[in-house]
């Protein structure tokens, strides 16, 4: 374990040595007790919060060496499904099965948390961001209630309120671009310089159900997984239209006539790079190349799905959660299936991009 993070890595020069090694991968010790929903890295230091169908948000710190311990707990009324860090590191919130969202403040040494959104179902998806008229962070939460709320931390009632055309699943914030995907395959841009509205609304590139939603590092574009092995790229402005583009992955060779193909559950952009990760139900994970359109590194099973990851803020360790994600069903959820959160430590190339070749 030692040195894992530090490690220098010996890098092939041949361009078919794309398979990655996880052997020396690293647990979160004393992790959920269920299924992992949603994994997030604080942006100021290697603290990493993990929400869990155990009712729990539990915050570890990681050391440089891949060690990590717990820091703090705290606890909702139902399964947490997602959590986010403001940008200073001091805070944490979460939303949850118990319609609630609640924050820690780390910063003033709270070991309770605080609630701080309601909707009338279920909360599936929080993220902090920068409040338009600058100040102190907001946060924005969305539902299966079908509306997305804005929340000034001050206060008890949402700041505005936005209307979806179906239920939420997914979303993610960079800059002033806020994402949405919804049941039904609408996808929701709203520049949140003018929060109340949406910016545009677009039906998923891919035809099956949207899982995952991450938007790129300079905020230009998002990219979308579905259930159905698909990962796409997609630009907001229509200049950038010719730059869209889809592609399979998580899926098994052919074998006949038939093919597996499994959900991808979690897109994470590296924020130093701007590459990114894919996992699903196949239980692999793997770095991609956007601009080059090139797999950068692919793993070999973990053992079981892969339900949330993360990279931290220097993009050195990603983090992956071994979780039943229910895509079998209840057959499948028996006590020895795996339930850990691993680090990864990334090394040498594996998530930088490749060089670019200048068109003549």
């Known amino acids: 374990m030692a040195g894992l993070f530090g ?6 020069t041949s361009t078919a ?3 990655g090694d996880s052997s020396k991968d690293v647990q979160l010790q004393n992790g959920p007790e269920d299924s992992i929903s949603s994994l997030a890295f604080s942006p100021a230091s290697d603290h990493i919060a993990v929400a869990s169908w155990d009712k729990k948000v539990r915050i570890y710190e990681v050391k440089p060496d891949g060690s990590n311990e717990g820091k703090a707990l705290f606890e909702h009324e139902g399964p947490v499904l997602s959590c986010d860090w403001s940008k200073d590191g001091t805070k944490v919130v979460a939303g949850g099965a118990d319609k609630a969202a609640r924050l820690l403040d780390l910063g003033s040494g709270q070991t309770t948390a605080r609630q701080v959104a309601a909707h009338d179902q279920p909360i599936r998806c929080v993220k902090f961001f920068d409040a338009p008229q600058g100040g102190d962070q ?3 939460t969305g539902s299966w209630d079908k509306t997305v709320k804005y929340w000034d931390l001050r206060q008890s009632t949402p700041v505005a309120t936005l209307q979806c055309q ?4 997914t979303m993610d914030v960079k800059q002033s671009l806020l994402v949405i995907g919804t049941a039904e395959r609408y ?3 709203v520049n949140l310089n003018d929060p109340t509205k949406f910016y545009k609304t677009i039906q998923s590139p891919l035809k099956w159900q949207t899982r995952a939603v991450s938007c790129f ?4 574009g998002f990219a979308v997984g579905s259930i159905e092995g698909r990962c796409a790229f997609q630009y907001v402005e229509e200049k950038d239209a010719s730059l869209n583009f889809s592609f399979k992955c998580h899926r098994d060779p052919p074998t006949g006539n038939m093919t597996n193909v499994y959900s991808v559950n979690a897109i994470s952009v590296h924020p130093e790079h701007g590459t990114f990760s894919t996992a699903g139900s196949d239980g692999t994970f793997h770095f991609w190349d956007k601009d080059a359109k090139h797999r950068l590194k692919g793993y070999s099973s973990v053992g079981g799905t892969i339900s949330a990851t993360a990279f931290n803020r220097t993009g050195n360790i990603f983090a992956y959660a071994v979780s039943y994600d229910w895509s079998k ?3 499948f959820n028996t006590p020895q299936y795996p339930n850990k959160v691993m680090l990864h430590g990334v090394v040498g190339d594996e ?10």
């Open 217 to 220: 590092i300079d905020a230009s």
């Open 187 to 189: 996808i929701n841009v």
């Open 138 to 140: 907001m946060v924005v």
């Open 7 to 12: 490690a220098s890595s010996s890098t092939s």
């Open 166 to 169: 179906e239920r939420v699943y």
């Open 17 to 19: 040595n794309t398979l």
């Open 329 to 331: 069903g209840y057959s």
């Open 351 to 360: 998530c930088k991009p490749r060089p670019s070749v200048k068109k003549r």
